[in-house]
């Protein structure tokens, strides 16, 4: 089995005339992961991706795909990668399969391997029914996955995604998310989106980028763990008030309480836990001692919307 990743990048920099757009950044990406790349307009991602897809070149630093560098060694680096940009490419008057078909034969497939290959990315992508009709003349959703179907083709071991969900109704967005998730594992997926929630809901491991830098790269769940000392402990209780405030004033692990009435006889709890500790045992244990009824005892969860912000809000105050 090769270990080797299917994306390393070391101290790679771009620069454009007055403007850095990528700062000395540095990652890996395993074989087989889905990885996304989340940030704002201008955070850097599409310019990592470009220079990845050996669309241009680093200002210095180096950046290799399955072991090859993506300037000295270009085509062995492009027979392995499928590249969707964020603006497709396409052309608007040739008809689906014709222009599939034209781009198989141009990336390397032979006539049979095409024919197998053009029934199965038009299936994937759900395009069958729209393979005669003149790209032009589709939707912007429908050219999308005309686009994604162009980098599926030649069955690249690595695939990437530059806003692939932009134009996409809600139900094509799911579409296109499930095809991503089933291509985890055979093949390495690098996703760059500004929508959290796409990234949240597809990717097993998230980089956020800002002004050209990596601010952070781990698995959502660990993201949320790094922000998790902000997270708060809800506990709908029935007790008198008074006492519930006496018990959390008590218990060195609560920085902070609000007990407010909720309905009947309940009172909501919300406690804010010292970082590294969770109260939800020390709670449903006084519970028990104190013969109280326990209606809800839950641990708010972050969304990537605020990981990112919790992340981005100090550098977002640096001067440059």
């Known amino acids: 089995m090769d270990v080797t ?4 990048v070391h101290r790679l920099t771009k620069r454009y005339a007055g403007r850095t ?18 940030g704002d307009n201008g955070a850097g991602k599409s310019t990592t991706m470009r220079i990845l897809a050996g669309f241009m070149p680093a200002t210095s630093g180096t950046a290799r795909v399955a072991g090859y560098d993506v300037f000295h060694h270009s085509k062995e680096v492009r027979r392995r990668i499928g590249y969707m940009p964020e603006n497709n490419p396409l ?28 029934d199965v990315v038009l299936e994937q992508c759900s395009l069958t029914d729209v393979r005669k009709r003149i790209i032009g003349q589709l939707s912007k959703g429908y050219r999308q996955r005309v686009g994604l179907a162009d ?26 998310r499930q095809l991503i998730k089933n291509l985890a594992g055979s093949h390495t997926v690098l996703i760059s989106s500004h929508i959290l929630h796409e990234v949240e ?3 097993s491991r998230v980089m956020i980028m800002l002004r ?90 972050h969304s990537l919307e605020d990981i990112y912000m919790q992340v981005t809000k100090p550098n977002e105050e640096e001067e440059f």
């Open 91 to 118: 052309h608007n008057e040739m008809r689906v399969r014709e222009y599939l078909k034209f781009r198989a034969r141009l990336k390397g497939l032979n006539r049979t391997a095409t024919r197998e290959r053009l």
């Open 21 to 38: 757009a990528l700062a000395d950044i540095s990652f890996s990406v395993a074989r087989g992961e889905i990885v996304g790349l989340l």
């Open 212 to 301: 050209g830098r990596i601010l952070a790269s781990d698995t959502p769940e660990n993201l949320q763990r790094l922000v998790a000392g902000r997270g708060q402990i809800v506990a709908e209780i029935a007790a008198p008030p008074e006492e519930l405030k006496l018990e959390w004033a008590r218990m060195g692990e609560v920085e902070h309480y609000e007990v407010a009435p909720a309905e009947g006889v309940f009172q909501r709890c919300a406690l804010t836990a010292r970082a590294g500790f969770d109260l939800r045992p020390q709670i449903f244990a006084l519970v028990q001692a104190r013969g109280w009824q326990l209606r809800e005892l839950t641990r708010s969860r």
């Open 151 to 176: 980098a599926l083709i030649h069955e690249p071991d690595l695939i990437i995604l530059d806003e692939p969900t932009i134009g996409l109704d809600p139900h094509q967005i799911r579409l296109v």
């Open 201 to 203: 809901m597809t990717c």
């Open 5 to 8: 990743p299917m994306i390393e």
